[in-house]
């Protein structure tokens, strides 16, 4: 029997109708589009406004667009997994809810948190359970709703993030297609650099940490970038010279969307051709765990059956990685 691959067979997404543009952004903090434009390549990022809504109500959307679009019937799915910063609630798993919100109850969720890695990492996850032959349908979602954690008095951060979700199905594949290699990184020095200090068991909320702004996202961004850079070019390369594949093989570059720089960086390090690189920064920030999925519905009918994909990815924690994926079908 042939060896059974992981691969991606469906993509849905979905993000807030909100659009703050940084001519907005310019009345609430001392920045400039020039700026913003420049050093990260973002014009505009999304914001979930309704009330009473969080990451869940991304995400479940994102599902069903999956679910529509694949016209699956949500009882086959056998594991929701939830990749995201930004649960609904600090302990009750947003993935069950979402699971339970779109029928898929014959499944099992859980949360899966690696800052902006999530969604990488939750691929490895993911192939893994359908690699071991006992998973048939995995639904990975990645979601958040990073306006929830974001200081808009902070040009530091506010500039970066944005909120969407996006949904990608994993199932056996017998063709040698799907996932083929990763590599994995985590380094625990990067606590100090990308954080929200308060709201965990270290330092619980108290009326002192919500006066100190502590729970919003604190980035030194200068740090993060170098690390990013370094970090996420080394494994792209790695994985390219592991796989003995040249720049000429590659089809696709998927990297987290959190600098336009770092995405130049890391394909430049890859010799890699700007029409292979995907882009959508510019509408939608770092939305943390969904830049990779975003990028996979955006350009959903650009990608054809066998075409070699980098995706790559680096947050906080610090996390980073990249993996190798062929991908399965034609639009
Ligand atoms: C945040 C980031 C865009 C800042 O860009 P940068 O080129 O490193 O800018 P610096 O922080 O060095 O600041 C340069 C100058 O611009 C100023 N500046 C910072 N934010 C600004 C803003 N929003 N608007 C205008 N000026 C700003 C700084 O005060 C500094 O001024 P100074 O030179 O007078 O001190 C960049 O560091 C970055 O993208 N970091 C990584 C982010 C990331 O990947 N995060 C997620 C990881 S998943």
């Known amino acids: 029997m042939n060896k059974i691959t992981a691969a991606i067979t469906a993509v849905g997404s979905y993000v807030p109708d909100f659009v703050l543009s940084n001519q907005v952004l310019e009345t609430l903090v001392d920045t400039n589009d020039e700026w913003i434009t420049t050093r990260t390549g973002i014009k505009e990022r999304r914001l979930l406004k309704e009330e009473g809504q969080g990451t869940s109500f991304m995400a479940i959307k994102a ?28 302990v009750a ?49 990645g979601a958040d709703k990073m306006s929830s954690i974001i200081d808009y008095t902070d040009r530091a951060t506010c500039i970066i993030f944005g909120d969407g979700a996006g949904a990608v199905l994993f199932e056996p594949n017998t063709e040698g297609l799907g996932l083929q290699d990763e590599i994995l990184k985590s380094d625990g020095i990067g606590r100090e650099f990308l954080k ?93 765990s969904a830049t990779l999925p975003l990028l996979l519905s955006d350009f959903e009918n650009q990608l054809k059956k066998g075409d070699n994909i980098i995706f790559a990815a680096f947050g906080g924690g610090f996390t980073w990685g990249a993996i190798y994926l062929k991908w399965a079908y034609t639009k």
């Open 196 to 288: 929200i200090e308060a709201g965990g068991s270290i330092l619980p909320p108290s009326e002192e940490t919500v006066k100190n702004k502590e729970h919003f996202v604190f980035q030194d961004g200068k740090t993060v970038f170098k690390y990013a850079v370094s970090g996420m070019a080394d494994v792209s390369e790695k994985i390219m010279q592991r796989n003995n594949l040249s720049h000429d093989d590659i089809n696709w570059l998927v990297a987290h969307q959190a600098n336009r720089r770092i995405i130049d960086a890391t394909a430049n390090r890859m010799a890699l051709d700007e029409s292979k690189v995907l882009i959508n920064i510019q509408k939608y920030g770092n939305t943390t």
């Open 63 to 90: 599902a069903q667009n999956l679910l529509e679009k694949a016209n699956l019937d949500p009882k086959e799915i056998d594991l929701v997994i939830m990749a995201t910063a930004t649960p609904d609630m600090p």
């Open 93 to 141: 798993s947003t993935g069950v809810y979402v699971a339970t919100q779109i029928g898929a109850t014959n499944a099992f969720s859980y949360d899966l948190q690696a800052a902006c890695s999530s969604f990488l990492f939750g691929m490895s996850t993911a192939s893994a359970y359908i690699a071991s032959g006992k998973y048939k349908k995995v639904l990975l979602i």
